[in-house]
């Protein structure tokens, strides 16, 4: 029997018209933004693959749910429904909600990091260290070194290396280190998965010192196809069953729920630990709002709640979302297109070091590629490299990441394959001329994330 294809595993039944602009006016918009996509309007974009977070598109049932907000100050019915959802889905028995991913990083960090504290973790994400740092907390990478290595087709890239982990350890001392972060997918690798077989010695290793291992368990549904594909043993569970016992092996999360949970805002900090839970109800009235509430309304609880028990009701959802990653990633591939490979589960990554050989790093390869890329074809995409990666507190001097990248970030149920192969096209056609592509200087520069707003001028 012939194999079937798969296909989008729901119908549209609303609409939102793009806008298609010449290249003329995109060269005059993106140098009115700085040549930063961040600070591009929306109105100019024509595809939108800046990031999946929030951008997703939601289900009829999540705006269903919308209707039933019950907007009470304290003790809301959504809120009762969202720790249920969480516990069903993520297993851990408190939730804090918080306005979004970065409001839990910041209670967390707050609570569990004193100065002087090193984080491990497997790789950083941007938001995630800097509360780590505002806390105190020095980050130290424990990645494998496959990780760094956008050629390297190891299948578990995102996977901690056991004997950094215990370097640390011994060079510091457990006392200093309060916990491991673990991010599944991880972001900064190119949405690269953990497997089941690394985070359970990672929790061995921990439980040997008392280190607890937190998840930064934003995108663990994308995480557990992978274990599904490529983990012996996994093959025919579902999903949600692979969710659950990643979570197991952790004391608590992070979680941003513009991903994973389908919404376009929330978040929520969640854990099985008492202690961990009294104090996070503390801090998240001061920074967030009730503990019942977070800074969401009631009916973005709702959605939130709906939306992360969609995402592991079948396995077709996510299924298909990697099937769509893949679709854009493999005409990259055949065009000889330098991306980071395995195709990771969120987004396709260009490798602007292979892309752009003849523009140094300090020239921010990347972000240059990014602007020219908007140019090229109206696709807004995003620079993980030099400038995401900041600079190092102590020297002053630009941190320089061995991984120079441009995230293609797919949003969730919002475009088809027609807009994939648009944008694989104006990859292929801006390739096709890349040496005519020079770099930029920085010209404006905040303290911290400054990829968000830095300002460039062409070189
Ligand atoms: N952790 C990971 C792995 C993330 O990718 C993000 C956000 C966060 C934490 C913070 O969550 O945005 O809800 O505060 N990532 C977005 C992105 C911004 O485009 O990758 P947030």
Not at 70 to 84: C, Q
Not at 325 to 333: H, N, P
Not at 339 to 353: E, S, T
Not at 394 to 399: A, K, L, P, V
């Amino acid at each position: 029997m012939s194999k079937r294809p798969i296909a989008e595993p729901y119908k549209i039944k609303m609409i939102q018209v793009l806008r298609q602009t010449t290249k003329e006016e995109r060269q005059r918009t993106i140098a009115t933004a700085g040549y930063n996509t961040f600070l591009l309007h929306s109105a100019d974009v024509y595809i939108d693959l800046l990031t999946d977070s929030g951008t997703s598109a939601m289900s009829d049932d999540q705006w269903a749910g919308m209707m039933l907000g019950d907007e009470a100050y304290a003790g809301s019915v959504n809120f009762d429904n969202l720790i249920a959802a969480v516990t069903e889905v993520y297993g851990y028995r408190y939730t804090v909600p918080t306005h979004q991913g970065r409001g839990a990083e910041h209670i967390l960090s707050q609570i569990l990091i004193k100065d002087g504290d090193y984080i491990p973790g497997n790789m950083y994400f941007t938001t995630t260290k800097l509360h780590q740092e505002l806390a105190g907390g020095t980050f130290v990478d424990v990645i494998i070194d496959e990780a760094h290595d956008p050629q390297s087709t190891h299948p578990f890239k995102g996977n901690v290396d056991l004997a950094k982990l215990q370097q640390l350890i011994d060079e510091v001392g457990p006392e200093k280190i309060p916990y491991i972060c673990i991010e599944t997918n991880v972001n900064m690798a190119g949405g690269q998965p953990v497997s089941l077989d690394n985070l359970r010695k990672v929790r061995d290793l921990c439980n040997q010192y008392g280190i607890k291992v937190i998840l930064d368990s934003t995108r663990t549904v994308e995480n557990a196809f992978f274990i599904q594909e490529r983990e012996a043993g996994n093959k025919n569970r579902s999903i949600k069953e692979i969710v659950r016992e990643i979570c197991s092996y952790t004391d608590g999360a992070t979680v941003s729920g513009k991903k994973d949970c389908l919404v376009n805002i929330g978040g929520f900090l969640a854990t099985d630990d008492e202690w961990l839970f009294e104090e996070a109800k503390k801090l998240v009235v001061i920074y967030e709002g009730l503990h019942t509430y977070g800074g969401l309304a009631g009916r973005d609880m709702e959605a939130m709640a709906r939306g992360m028990r969609e995402a592991v009701a079948t396995d077709d959802g996510v299924t298909w979302r990697i099937n769509q990653t893949r679709y854009l990633g493999e005409q990259l591939l055949a065009a000889d297109i330098p991306i980071v490979v395995p195709i990771g589960g969120h987004a396709v990554y260009l490798d602007a070091k292979r892309f752009l050989p003849h523009i140094p790093q300090d020239q921010f390869p990347a972000q240059t590629l990014a602007a020219a890329l908007y140019v090229e074809c109206g696709v807004r995409a995003m620079e993980r490299g030099i400038v995401s990666a900041g600079r190092n507190k102590e020297t002053g001097d630009h941190n320089y990441p061995q991984l120079e990248l441009v995230r293609l970030t797919i949003p969730r149920r919002v475009y088809t394959n027609s807009h994939m192969d648009v944008v694989a096209q104006g990859v292929i056609d801006l390739y096709a001329r890349r040496a005519e592509i020079s770099g930029l200087k920085m010209v404006y520069e905040p303290e911290d994330l400054r990829f968000f707003q830095a300002r460039f001028e062409p070189c």
